[in-house]
């Protein structure tokens, strides 16, 4: 499939070019003894990885007419329409992913621009809590200014999304914990939140199936082989997360979340932080989520985490647990 086409693009989107070493998206330069010899087919990988990705979105808005959105609740499977006219009237709408699926990115970008509406602000995972993307030149160069790392998000696969924001005209601001803060929960454990996050922490603590599933999501998303004195500290970094976006998503109400679909989950995710603090708000979470064929034994699981699901084809990607060590 082309789509599992895109997913496969290096981290920049540009073809490999035998022989070459391409700049990065930081500037780093060519070889120099490539330099010259290389900068116009460069140019022309160049505009070619950018039409790979904006294929993909044409294809992810075609591919989304076949694509099955179900509501949760009853089971039912809904129409774009209403799913559009549910998200609008909403205080807070959160919108998952699985980062390395182009679909999903196209899938939303697309969802973004219909449901935009005044005074609607986004938040994303992708950017720290004390960003805001000021629209100065590029695209990709507005985003880094404001602490996008590229490389990380393996960009551009997340482009359309953020090229729909920017198209909608709406405010985008980072709800992550700054960078480095994981690093000083770990070793300082709660203590190092906050005033305001501690107190939210604090208000909206997990059930405990809710934490045992957190628990073991964490293992299962480190290939089994996490230690187990990881556990505890990476929890409360997954919930120190949750509750950084949930309170960039109440500072700006009406707003948007888009975030991987673990941090979107009603039970111990952003929701759930949302529903224990601010319970009187109307929230729908959405999970994209793969599924070759629905499946019913997949839908009865994901009742209780999201409002709707919206399935998608998986993205070919190689076993990311085939050469995973703990650093």
């Given amino acids: 499939m082309f789509i599992a086409h895109c997913v496969s693009q290096t981290a920049t989107g540009v073809p490999a070019m035998s022989g070459v070493q391409r700049t990065d998206l930081s500037g780093t330069p060519l070889l120099p003894r490539y330099r010259n010899s290389a900068q116009s087919l460069y140019g022309w990988a160049s505009m070619l990885g950018a039409l790979t990705i904006w294929l993909c979105v044409l294809l992810g808005t075609m591919q989304a007419a076949r694509a099955q959105i179900i509501d949760l609740s009853s089971g039912q499977e809904i129409s774009e329409q209403v799913l559009i006219d549910r998200l609008r009237s909403q205080d807070i709408v959160l919108l998952g992913e699985l980062h390395d699926n182009a679909q999903h990115h196209a899938l939303r970008a697309q969802l973004i621009r219909w449901i935009a509406r005044d005074k609607l602000s986004v938040v994303a995972e992708h950017l720290p809590s004390t960003a805001r993307v000021v629209r100065e030149g590029a695209l990709l160069a507005d985003l880094q200014a404001a602490g996008f790392d590229p490389q990380a998000w393996s960009w551009p696969l997340h482009a359309p999304l953020f090229d729909a924001i920017r198209s ?33 922490y604090r208000n909206a603590p997990l059930s405990e199936a809710a934490s045992q599933q957190l628990d073991q999501d964490l293992i299962d998303g480190h290939c089994g082989k996490l230690p187990e004195r990881y556990i505890e500290p990476m929890r409360l970094v997954q919930r120190a997360t949750d509750v950084s976006m949930a309170q960039a998503l109440l500072d700006r109400v009406p707003s948007l979340l888009v975030a991987g679909n673990g941090h979107v989950r009603k039970d111990y995710g952003v929701p759930q932080v949302l529903s224990a603090t601010t319970p009187a708000l109307r929230v729908t979470a959405v999970g994209f989520v793969e599924a070759d064929g629905m499946r019913e034994e ?4 994901l009742k209780g985490r999201y409002d709707v699901v919206w399935f998608s084809q998986p993205a070919e990607r190689s076993d990311p647990c085939e050469n995973f060590k703990i650093k």
């Fill in 168 to 200: 909608a005209g709406l405010p985008l601001v980072g709800g992550n914990l700054p960078k480095g803060f994981s690093k000083q929960l770990f070793s300082q454990g709660a203590s190092a939140l906050s005033a305001p996050l501690g107190q939210t």
């Fill in 298 to 301: 997949l839908l009865q699981s």
